[in-house]
């Protein structure tokens, strides 16, 4: 996430209170240029000092001034941003200060002894440098005395959050950019229970940063984090024990059908990992819950941080992304095709539907998932107390949830967008004596049960896998017919859920708009209408407003460094406006319903999608 994304940068302190208008003032441009000079002393990787030392030679005040403006910072899913030089990027010296900070806020947070023998787990995927950085990060670790825990390979995401719960650990951590483009990279960080670190945490974090720049002698010296020998029972590799734990428990927990259907006759499936580290771990967890293989799509099952045959490695774009999959599904006669993305914490699933690919989207997954996994745990647990079991959904992501709470009586969470904002409420809620069941949100990110708490593409397609057998075979439907069966039941919810490429300062610009319709200044000016459709209910999590509350103030935490504007209509229609925590993105949603007729519920949905677009964003 670079400059443009909400809450991805923390500016430097010396350059926090000057003016837009003052930023590329002389004064600033000499700080700036002392910033680059620090730099190249400090970091460690020639190819990144080079770059910076290029840009100081050329006097290019430009990119100095990219590189250093301002301090990459935790956004939406922790650190990410470009491989490169500077500190707004992700390089040696970079993923050496966020280490160095961490463990000095871990000291001050926690039982510094105990959080040491407790240790830290790390893992990282098959970008480019993503080896290098978590190599950098034990060292520093193992040298400040913590026990370290990590994998001989490639690991999957999700692994790590349940790593942390299997062995205790004080922190985890994952070298990630997800579905980015291939130039990225990421620093994931997981706190102790399990979930993805949150406010105070982040800005703690960031503030520990700041006070511990320079690198201590550690991260030049030649410790190998992974050589066992020398660091017999303060360097563990866990690959095996922590992998077979979760398996095993996934199998014991999720795993509902009987070996009698998952027989030689199953319904065949096709599994792409776009590239990245699931065609492993993925035909691991077939095997753990005896499953048939799947068929491999050849030309993306390895690693590759290239990722050749994708423009995006990001499942959720579609046919494009997906094509490969299509073709190696039709060649073997496979009618469903399930998808990670490259660091396999996500979900995306196609059908053959009357003989064409239907890609389902994030919420009808979810209305699948959901329902399976409630009529299992019922099955299992006849007479729990619905009242005290919880699913939990981002609040960008369809109300379908809701509505399926209010007629089986469970407890449904909305939150903020981001899988750390749903992880850690299934922890809080676990504490106030709920059972967790599920979680999502739209972007294709599914989290089943309390193994662990971020999203988890692995376990997840291994279910709704199951799950496709079981209605294929004992109920004679297609998932898309059990789809339109639960659709009836619980409401007919249709949804866009779409994005424009924009710079932040379009996006910042199209925003105020929102927020002073009336052409003034003050911020709490929201338009009445969007159209002919009246509006009855704003709210602004960015400036912690709520026009339903009594007191105007927003339940949801106040979140200033990101934009998000959520419309409620008299007509039971939402539409919510916000920035990318990942990427140059204006993202924007708008959901309809109708509780018996699909194709009204579809026309309203187009109606206010382009009124939405022409009112509200001044766009095609």
Known sequence: SIAFIGGCYLVYRSLQKKNNKDSNTDADLTRIKLYARQYIDWEPDERFRRQVQDALTSNNESELTAMFGSRI?????GLRAKMYGGYAYMNDLVIIQTTQGLIRYIDAQLDATQARKQGVIVGYDGRHHSDRF??????????????????????????????ILHLQCCAGIVVTASHNPKLDNGFKVYWNNGAQIIPPHDRGIADAIQQNLKPWNSAYSEIDPYDMSKYRQVSVDVTDAVSNAYFAECNKRYSFISAKDKGANALKVTFTPMHGVGGYWMTR??????????????????????????????????AGALKLSMEAADANKSVLILANDPDSDRLAVAEKVNNEWYIYNGNEIAVLLSDWYFSQYMRANPSADKSKLCMIASTVSSKYLQSMAEKEGFEFVDTLTG?????????????????????????????????????????????????????????????????????????????????????????????????????????????????????KRVRDVTTGYDSFEADKKSKLPKQATQEMITFWFENGATATIRNSGTEPKLKFYVETKDDKDAQKAKLLLQSMTDALLKEFMQMP
């Not at 910072?73 to 899913?77: E, K, L, N, S």
């Not at 999203?455 to 439907?477: P, Q, S, T, V, W």
């Open 419 to 535: 899988f750390k904002w749903m992880g850690n409420t299934a922890v809080d809620m676990i504490g106030r004596g709920y059972t967790f069941l599920f979680a999502y949100e739209v972007e294709i990110g599914f989290l089943i049960g309390d193994t662990s708490f971020d999203k988890d593409g692995i376990r997840c397609a291994a279910i709704f896998n199951e799950m496709a057998i079981h209605l294929y075979k004992n109920e004679n439907k297609t998932c898309f017919e059990k789809l339109n069966e639960l659709r009836a039941k619980y409401g007919f919810f249709e949804m866009t859920a779409s994005y424009r490429r924009m710079d932040d300062a379009s996006l910042k610009q199209k925003m105020r708009r929102l927020r002073n319709w009336d052409g003034g200044h003050s911020n709490e000016s929201y338009p009445p209408s969007m159209a002919e459709y009246r509006i």
């Open 73 to 77: 910072a935790f956004g939406t899913a």
């Open 134 to 163: 978590a190599q950098l990060s034990l060292s520093i670790f193992l040298d400040s005395g913590f026990k370290v825990y990590w994998f001989n390979r490639y690991a999957a995401t999700p692994l790590i959050p349940f790593g």
């Open 285 to 318: 967890c077939f095997e753990s819950f005896a499953l048939p293989s799947f068929v491999k799509v050849d030309a993306q099952h390895d690693p590759d941080p290239e990722f050749s045959t994708v423009e995006f490695p990001n499942p959720e774009e579609g």
